[in-house]
């Protein structure tokens, strides 16, 4: 039987970028010179721009939001000024769906961050197990799941994608409770 685990609301929240604090703003959105370097590397402003909030975004969601023009205004007008780009040159951004897939694959290599199919798939279902073994909530198990990606600096696939990760490790909870 299926259940809903987020409502339409919280769903498009892990979708997107939330709201964001003054310390998350210094902490995820500040760029070392080598970032810079790295960032100019991609010329036009409006690819500059968008490859910075995608590079300032991956450490601080786990993921980068398709809608990356959708930033919060506080961080495109943050990397604006860092970069002496206007906030505006951000506009346009990812039109092109594979600038956007490119530039976040550079970005990734640049972090040292792994894409989600490049890692051992047993690892994190074994760590999903465990904990489905001591919780059954499959929000809570979601959040752990996508912790635990963000920590092994693995971007985080879809919700989906994870909610049936999720799914299937309470499944195999179940079973294991029953067989112990």
């Given amino acids: 039987m299926a259940t809903r685990v987020f409502s339409d609301e919280e769903l498009e929240g892990l979708r997107s970028s939330p709201a964001i604090g003054r310390d998350e703003l210094i902490c995820y959105f500040t760029l070392t010179p080598a970032d810079g370097a790295f960032l100019r590397k991609f010329r036009r402003p409006v690819n500059v721009l968008g490859a910075a909030v995608q590079l300032s ?18 961080v495109v007008g943050r990397l604006a000024r ?21 530039h976040l694959k550079e970005n990734a290599d640049y972090l040292g961050w792994k894409q989600p199919k490049a890692i051992e798939h047993k690892e994190p279902a074994d760590f999903l197990l465990a904990r489905a073994m001591e919780h059954d909530s499959p929000s809570l198990l979601f959040r752990l799941g996508y912790e635990y990606l963000r920590s092994a600096k693995v971007i985080r696939p879809g919700v989906v994608v994870l909610l049936e990760k999720v799914a299937s490790a309470r499944t195999a909870a179940e079973q294991e409770t029953h067989a112990r």
């Fill in 57 to 74: 975004a991956l450490p601080w969601l786990g993921c980068v939001p398709d809608d990356v023009p959708a930033a919060p205004p506080a």
């Fill in 82 to 102: 860092q970069l002496g780009l206007a906030a505006g040159d951000l506009e346009g951004y990812g039109e092109r769906e594979q600038s956007r897939t490119d």
